[in-house]
């Protein structure tokens, strides 16, 4: 069994659903120290954090990221297994966070283990940056560490996050930015009453209808050549008393923008309350950002993330933007040049999540490649890789 292979396991075994890291942090606090980094913990509420630094010589900051926190494991009975005890069946690991994310946390754990101890005067710092609070509301998490970052000036140049971000094979996608994500909950309000006398009552469904037609048929725009078209979804809609002859009184939804840098903040907001307007809604409207849209251009970080792929699978990755939201968009702004590279996503968040074997060895083949190309003996420069690296 490989080591990454195995620290998964012991990470997977531990039942952190968000928040509760479960002991993982102190598991791989416990191999950075061994390394010679500097921890430094950073809870805030019930969030355990961490940050830890080695100093090289000369060059840029490598900065891993990513979470130990998973979500929870659903309807067991529909397990095939103890979502919480790794079982190995057909070449796949099973469990919960296998996948998302804790054979990321592995090979970044094992790659940097196997990078210092081939060049324990390696070039440049290496850091990381870990929370337990991705999967909840990530307000104390990753947010809060990168506020505190930023106060101390604090320098990231590149951040690698384990996140699954393949799709169908290992190495098929690496993941360059995000969309925005922004909520509205969503109140229609109008006067209950007898369904036999609608004259008598104002029926909220009825006045939302052809404003909920425009919003979900509307082109928002075309996206660009990395991200999507901004899209809008309703995730949660009720109404109604639950009897049969009853106007409601009030509707509530729930929805979300997924939106490129096509659009801002301000444009989408006043986007949807216009159309609301336009139609008549009498409405209450609270908004929720989550994140804002970040964007590396293709630069030294992602190079070097697609080269090595192409030499462990002979394939080209693919460059995107897709996908939810990702801790990478708290650390975009510290000035960092962002990647997620990952195992593939199909399982995640679902019942029996698990992860071929033969990918999270690959993971941290890549991981360790990476920082080959990144942290060489001559440091590269930021504005392209150097031959040392070719």
């Known amino acids: 069994m490989s080591p990454t292979l195995a620290l998964t396991r012991e990470l997977v075994s531990r039942p952190s659903v968000s928040p509760d890291d479960a002991g993982c942090q102190a598991l791989m606090t416990a191999r ?4 010679g980094f500097t921890i430094e913990p950073m809870p805030f509420g019930k969030v355990d954090n961490f940050w830890a630094i080695r100093r090289g010589g000369d060059g840029p900051v490598l900065c891993f990221a990513g979470h130990t926190d998973v979500v929870p494991p659903g309807p067991l009975e529909e397990w095939h297994s103890d979502p919480f005890q790794p079982t190995l069946r057909d070449g796949l690991l099973f469990g919960r966070g296998t996948a998302d994310m804790k054979s990321g946390l592995a090979a970044m754990i094992t790659a940097t283990e196997a990078f210092v101890r081939e060049r324990p005067a390696h070039a440049g710092t290496i850091a990381f940056l870990i929370t337990s609070d991705e999967e909840g509301p990530s307000v104390d998490g990753t947010r809060r560490v990168a506020e505190v970052l930023q106060a101390r000036a604090e320098r990231i140049d590149y951040c690698v996050v384990a996140e699954p971000s393949s799709q169908r094979t290992f190495g098929d996608t690496v993941r ?5 994500s922004l909520s509205g909950r969503l109140t229609v309000h109008g006067i209950q009453g007898h369904v036999a006398y609608p004259q008598l009552a104002d029926n909220p469904v009825h006045r939302f209808a052809p404003a ?3 919003l979900t048929s509307r082109t928002w725009d075309q996206g660009s050549e990395y991200f999507d078209p901004t899209t809008f979804q309703v995730s949660n809609l009720n109404a109604g008393t639950g009897a049969p002859n009853v106007i409601p009184g009030e509707l509530k939804a729930r ?5 490129c840098p096509a659009q ?3 444009g989408l907001q006043q986007t949807v309350t216009g159309i609301l307007d336009r139609h008549g809604v009498p409405y209450s409207l609270e908004w929720f950002v989550s994140g804002l849209p970040f964007y590396t251009p293709p630069a030294e970080l992602s190079a070097a993330a697609v080269s090595v792929i192409a030499e462990l699978t002979g394939r080209e990755p693919e460059l995107s933007t ?3 939201t990702s801790d990478g968009r708290f650390i975009a702004p510290l000035g960092a040049q962002v990647a997620e590279v990952g195992v593939v996503n199909d399982t995640i968040h679902k019942v029996n999540e698990c992860c071929r074997v033969e990918d999270i060895d690959l993971l941290h083949r890549t991981l360790l490649g990476m920082l080959r190309r990144l942290l060489p003996v001559d440091p590269p420069t930021r504005t392209g890789i150097s031959e040392s690296q070719r």
């Open 32 to 35: 950075l120290a061994a390394l």
């Open 322 to 324: 897709g996908g939810g």
């Open 264 to 266: 801002t903040l301000e």
């Open 255 to 259: 929805f979300n923008l997924r939106w």
């Open 212 to 214: 909920l037609a425009e």
């Open 176 to 180: 360059i930015g995000r969309r925005g």
